[in-house]
């Protein structure tokens, strides 16, 4: 039957025409319609295109008379990193994410890799000569150009797409990442350089030669070190070997690389944007140092393995160092390090590094063997683009942390050159593979088919559920009703309820919901009640999922003071479990203590304005008990500070919290403190004021608050406090002037103009 299919129909050609499509799309492919835009869209593409390229290979397979599979220099290495990365992932200190990835980090999930595998596999048991080698070459770059134009237009104000996203100065169809799009953009640089010598039409190199520049005038627009540093390697690497064995290079192509490398030298120590500033700023990322600490922590664990593949995320929790709170970033979270190396150390061990490190080193070394080996001039350069092009991407790994089409541009070279290598050579098979060529075949095809039946219909349902979630976000922008926000969620859900992120929003879309409901006059307790219980079930799901993630358990807190506000039960005790679960999962982070110390202070504050409601019996109580939450939220606060020496928020919540309890010579020396170091903070000299002014220090109150208005022309609340002042130091005509500007600053504001009606009466 299949060889009657295949007298109609080439399965190999199938195959071919489709790993086409997927060199050229992959690099440039991202859709508008779901919430993650450019990795998670082509990592789907990818697993659909992979999956039907396999069945179509293994049918063309299983119907040949001539079942030989190739051995290349990369087998047993790619074996290795294969069964490191299963390792991995089976001790991972987060199996799911290992599994799968997580958001906009998918590639070095065990899915992606074995995808890749299966790619490389592919693609290098069906090229066949140097020519269809050359056609995935101009794949790369007819698509590169698309990605290069697109971007060109863009930096001079001209965005030809129409979704919000593509708005943003950094977003290019490549990489999240403006690194990321250097580094691609530097890498096709080098390809397009050496293929113009290669060329033999006219036509040809001028358009090379065209694109070449063109990539260049980009990089140097947007002026990212990480695009410098690549193309430096890169020709680095060209420029030794052109040098070497080379007897026909002409003079001006050694020129031509030394003059790139001392231009890319220069541009390093150069500000373009001093010149001509198109408003990009360079990516947010982990810093190195940190990186390299957290690192540390994750092989202190598990030095072979390390915590999982895509588990950076919980590395940066479990291991940030202290040092890290004085960066600028200390307040975000890292799913990735600051580069691709220590990412792969942290997350797949010593051995997961050695393996990946073994991939190149392998590759390089068999294709420079070849390159002293060869006779021929033209296949040296073709051996050369490999040699450079892969020390590009693998080297550039030093100092950024890949994206997926990285990854996928990697392999791509690997299984060309692979390629390459094996028809100049005489073509090596493996053994073990002929010897059971037919349990091979006919299992083979059968495990495709069932892998890309399982593969296409899971990624329909996990695209699906990243659409929906579009939609529920599109709709609360929107302002559309919450329970059409709710049923696109619940959509989500059903189609991937295994995404920590949609049982979230969720949760807190029926809290919004009650708290709405609530708020009308006589809400419906029934309802209220179902609201608030669906609310605590999607988090409490999202925290089944996901026991791990320090995130998680802040937001319930949250979520379970919010409906401390609306059921008035005392469930305190599962707020500050909930706060301490998340500082036991992230205790270096200061953020975690302030939060907690904030909800300390707060509780203190509610009891304390609650006091004279009570007997005289019960105040004695509730007044330690006050006591007791002030004293929690100064340990905590103090904590916060500690480890973030100048977190100002912390500090001032500390004197205030001060005031609150009572000990106001305390909270006024520590504000004092505070406008000394932070003179330019508008906030501190305005608490300070208010304390003074409640204290009836008019004088000191004035000075402060004076300072707020100069620092901050804007700060109605100080005009109000001077006029207050000036009312009472008898001084109308300056309270009336205080409080006109006030008015300037509120004109529809009713109870402003009343107070100033009361002072021009006076």
Do not use: C
Not at 218 to 247: C, T
Request: aromatic share 16%; no cysteine; proline share 2%.
């Amino acid at each position: 039957m299949l060889k009657k299919i295949k007298d109609k129909i080439s399965f190999k050609a199938t195959a071919k025409a489709i790993l086409y499509l997927t060199v050229f799309l992959v690099p440039i492919f991202f859709l508008p319609l779901t919430s993650e835009v450019l990795e998670f869209n082509k990592t789907i593409l990818f697993y659909l295109l992979v999956s039907l390229a396999a069945v179509f290979w293994f049918a063309d397979f299983s119907t040949s008379k001539d079942k030989k599979i190739k051995k290349t220099s990369l087998s047993t290495p790619l074996i290795i990193f294969g069964l490191i990365f299963l390792v991995a992932t089976i001790f991972s200190y987060q199996l799911k994410y290992s599994l799968l990835g997580q958001t906009n980090y998918y590639h070095h999930s065990l899915l992606s890799i074995i995808f890749f595998i299966i790619f490389l596999f592919i693609l290098v048991n069906t090229i066949k000569d140097k020519k269809e080698i050359k056609h995935f070459f101009y794949l790369l770059i007819f698509a590169s150009i698309f990605s290069s134009v697109y971007y060109l237009i863009k930096i001079f104000g001209l965005n030809i797409l129409p979704w919000d996203f593509s708005n943003q100065i950094g977003f290019n169809f490549f990489s999240s990442t403006i690194r990321g799009l250097a580094v691609y953009l530097s890498f096709m640089s080098l390809l397009s350089f050496i293929l113009v010598r290669l060329s033999r039409l006219k036509w040809q190199k001028v358009l090379l030669s065209l694109y070449f520049l063109l990539n260049l005038i980009i990089l140097f627009l947007i002026d990212i070190n990480a695009g410098w540093y690549a193309l430096i390697i890169g020709f680095v690497i060209l420029l030794f070997f052109f040098s070497v064995k080379q007897k026909d290079i002409k003079a001006k192509w050694i020129s031509l690389s030394a003059l790139i490398i001392a231009f890319a030298i220069l541009m390093i120590f150069f500000n373009v944007t001093s010149v001509y500033n198109i408003g990009l700023s360079d990516d947010i990322s982990l810093n190195q140092q940190t990186s390299l600490e957290i690192t540390k922590g994750s092989l202190s664990k598990n030095a072979l393995f390390g915590s999982g593949p895509s588990t950076f995320y919980y590395n940066f929790f479990r291991f940030r160092p202290v040092s890290f709170n004085n960066s600028a970033y200390w307040d975000l979270n890292f799913i990735k390090a600051g580069n691709e190396w220590w990412q792969i150390t942290s997350t797949l061990g010593i051995l997961g590094f050695l393996s990946f490190l073994s991939l190149f080193v392998f590759f390089t070394l068999s294709l420079i063997k070849r390159f002293y080996q060869s006779r021929s001039q033209k296949e040296r350069n073709y051996l050369i683009i490999f040699i450079s092009g892969s020390g590009v991407l693998f080297l550039s790994g030093l100092f950024f942390a890949y994206s997926f089409s990285h990854l996928f541009l990697l392999f791509t070279f690997f299984a060309l050159g692979l390629s390459y290598l094996s028809f100049k050579n005489k073509e090596k098979y493996s053994r073990l593979l002929e010897k059971y060529r037919n349990a091979f075949s006919s299992l083979g095809l059968s495990l495709v088919i069932i892998l890309a039946i399982v593969v296409i219909y899971f990624s329909g349902r996990f695209w699906l559920a990243n659409y929906y979630f579009k939609e529920a976000n599109n709709s609360l922008e929107k302002q559309e009703s919450l329970e059409n926000v709710e049923n696109y969620l619940v959509k989500a859900i059903n189609n991937y309820s295994w995404h920590v992120g949609y049982n979230i929003s969720l949760a807190q879309n029926y809290l919004v919901r009650a708290q709405l409901l609530s708020q009308k006059m006589n809400p419906d307790a029934t309802e209220l009640q179902q609201y608030i219980s669906n609310s605590l079930t999607y988090a409490n799901r999202a925290l089944d999922l996901n026991s791990k993630d320090p995130e998680i358990y802040s937001n319930l807190a949250y979520l379970y003071q919010d409906i401390n506000l609306l059921t008035r039960d005392d469930i305190s005790d599962k707020i500050v479990d909930n706060f301490n679960k998340a500082i036991n999962l992230d205790e270096n982070n200061p953020k975690r203590y302030y939060n907690l110390a904030n909800y300390y202070a707060t509780s203190g504050q509610t009891l304390k304005n609650s006091l004279k409601q009570l007997s005289e019996e019960n105040q004695s109580e509730a007044q330690e008990t006050v006591d007791n939450l002030f004293n929690l939220a100064i340990k905590n606060y103090e904590r916060a500070i500690d480890l973030k020496n100048n977190y100002v928020l912390a500090q001032t919540a500390r004197a205030l919290t001060y005031e609150f309890k009572g000990d106001i010579e305390i909270a006024i020396n520590e504000l004092t403190l505070l406008v000394d170091k932070y003179p330019l903070d508008y906030s501190l000299f305005y608490e300070l004021g208010r304390i003074h002014l409640n204290q009836d220090n008019l004088e000191k109150a004035e000075t402060n608050f004076q300072k707020v208005v100069n620092l901050f022309p804007g700060h109605s609340n100080a005009y109000w406090q001077l006029s207050v002042i000036y009312e009472k130091q008898k001084e109308i005509d300056k309270a009336i002037s205080a409080m006109e500007a006030v008015e300037k600053l509120n004109p529809e504001n009713e109870n402003v103009k009343q107070r100033l009606n009361e002072l021009k009466s006076e």
